[in-house]
């Protein structure tokens, strides 16, 4: 549907949209700033335990050094990518 195919009418009624809603996030928060830096931290402990664990259950006792670091930056893409804490993890700043 092209903007143009909308009456002014309804228009009229139209609040919001992402940008608004991104605003209000963190207007309400004091502390925002600290959101990156926080998801930052977490993401790299998690990504250290979890590519330890993953190293594990993928090559079991045979995991060298080398797969646990390859399995942590894999880890640590993975939550960067999602972009969400992992469960258990308090939002402080977000």
């Known amino acids: 549907m092209s903007s143009e195919t909308i009456p002014d009418e309804l228009l009229a009624h139209v609040h919001g949209g992402q940008h608004r809603r991104h ?35 993928m090559y079991g006792r045979h995991a060298t050094s080398a797969d646990r670091a390859r399995a942590q930056a894999a880890m640590k893409r993975f939550l960067v990518a999602g972009n969400k804490l992992p469960k258990g993890v308090p939002n402080l700043f977000g």
């Not at 990156?36 to 990504?47: E, H, M, Q």
């Open 23 to 57: 605003q209000q996030h963190h207007s309400h928060n004091l502390f925002g700033f600290l959101d990156a830096p926080y998801k930052s931290l977490v993401f790299d402990f998690a990504s250290r335990i979890g590519g330890g664990k993953l190293a594990d259950r």
